[in-house]
C-alpha cells in the first residue's frame, strides 16, 4: 500500500524558508512523478511543483507561476523521498501543502489526476 508522510511545515515570517518533505512507502518511486499542491483556507488545492523523468535519463520540472524562482523540488531516490524548498516565502503562500502520486510518468497538473495523497503539512507565513 502507497503511503505518502509530508513534513517540514510550520510558521515563518514573511521572506523566511522551510523545507517540505514527502516520504513514500509502499512504492519504489524513481521514475515515477512526484507533485506537490497547496490548499488555501476557502479555495481549490492548486498544482505547486512536480519533477518527473523525460524517459531519457533526464529530470523533468514544473513550477507554478506564483512560486517560480523561490521554489525548488527535488528528490532523493535512496530515501524515496521528494523534497520542497521554500525561499522568500510570501503570506499567500500560506496553505496546507500535500503531496500526490499517480503513479504515472510525466508532468500533470490536475488534482485529479492523482489518486495518492499525503496526509498535508500546514505552511503560515506572516507578514
Known amino acids: 500500500q502507497v503511503q505518502l508522510v509530508e513534513s517540514g511545515g510550520g510558521l515563518v515570517q514573511a521572506g523566511g524558508s522551510l523545507r517540505l518533505s514527502c516520504a513514500a512507502s509502499?512504492?519504489?518511486?524513481?521514475?515515477?512523478?512526484m507533485t506537490w499542491f497547496r490548499q488555501a483556507p476557502g479555495k481549490e488545492r492548486q498544482f505547486v511543483s512536480a519533477?518527473?523523468?523525460?524517459?531519457?535519463?533526464?529530470?523533468?520540472?514544473k513550477y507554478a507561476d506564483s512560486v517560480k524562482g523561490r521554489f525548488t523540488i527535488s528528490r532523493d531516490n535512496a530515501k524515496n523521498t521528494v523534497y520542497l524548498q521554500m525561499n522568500s516565502l510570501k503570506p499567500e503562500d500560506t496553505g496546507v501543502y500535500y503531496c500526490?502520486?499517480?503513479?504515472?510518468?510525466?508532468?500533470?497538473?490536475?488534482?485529479?489526476?492523482?489518486?495518492?495523497w499525503g496526509q498535508g503539512t500546514q505552511v503560515t507565513v506572516s507578514s
Open positions: 519533477i518527473s523523468w523525460s524517459g531519457w535519463r533526464d529530470t523533468i520540472i
Open positions: 500526490a502520486f499517480g503513479p504515472f510518468f510525466g508532468i500533470r497538473v490536475g488534482v485529479q489526476e492523482y489518486n495518492y
Open positions: 509502499g512504492v519504489t518511486f524513481s521514475t515515477y512523478t
